[in-house]
């Protein structure tokens, strides 16, 4: 069961770096729930254009299983079920509720065009795999700076670390890219961000943080057990 003070302002708004609202905009400070849909629901109500509640639900049901196990307070969501072209990775801090940074990421080339639509746990299927994630180890490789992933769902994305899935800064994977060509560019399977940003997001969720990579796939929706309730 989740928490709902986990759930509570998670959601300033869905835009990279928007100031903070008044206090009298704050969303659900002062209301009491009964539980996380209760939340969920409120939360679509007063702002109707974020397209990725499910998303989250299930992201915030994995992380009150996970979260003992980790040494930051920091959930990443990728929203797969939502076009390269939208911004569909978020940095939420759940101790503050805020949301620290929201922008695009790639898929891998051989799970869609614009939309991910396929995933898979094989070394060399160059595809994305779901998931819950915890941050690892950084390095220098031939993407620049980047970030080790370990997988923590047997079967799902637990051979992250031998397919060398990892986040990582690419050239095709950023605003200008998808406005020339109508969508991203794919990665071989990593989570690829924009090169501008990558650095900034890899030194913030780092070194034990949650990575949760979420996507319309029934085979992981219907047998993690992490998404449970």
């Known amino acids: ?5 986990i759930l509570l302002p998670l959601v300033w708004a869905l835009t990279f770096r928007q100031p903070v609202p008044a206090p009298s905009e704050a969303v659900l400070t002062s209301e009491k729930f009964d539980s996380a849909s209760e939340i969920l629901q409120s939360l679509a109500q007063r702002h109707p254009n974020i397209p990725t509640l499910e998303a989250f639900n299930f992201a915030l049901e994995g992380w009150d299983k996970l979260k003992d196990t980790l040494e930051k307070p920091l959930l990443t969501v990728i929203d797969f079920s939502l076009p390269s072209t939208e911004k569909r990775l978020w940095i939420i801090d759940v101790e503050t509720q805020e949301i620290l940074l929201n922008t695009v990421v790639a898929h891998g080339r051989n799970s869609g065009n614009l939309m991910a639509e396929k995933f898979s746990n094989q070394p060399e299927s160059y595809q994305s795999s779901l998931g819950f994630y915890k941050t690892a180890e950084t390095y220098q490789g031939k993407h620049g ?8 769902e047997n079967g799902f994305n637990d051979k992250a670390r031998a397919r060398a899935i990892v986040i ?4 095709y994977a950023n605003e200008e890219f998808a406005k020339s060509t109508g969508r991203l560019g794919r990665s071989l399977g990593c989570p690829a961000l924009p090169s501008a940003l990558s650095a900034e997001v890899i030194d913030l ?22 998404i449970q309730p």
């Open 205 to 226: 969720i780092k070194e034990g943080s949650l990575l949760f990579i979420f996507g319309q796939d029934e085979d992981y929706l219907s047998r993690s057990e992490l």
């Open 168 to 171: 990582h800064g690419a050239d």
């Open 1 to 5: 069961m989740i928490s709902p003070g």
């Open 145 to 152: 700076y980047s970030l080790r992933l370990d997988g923590l």
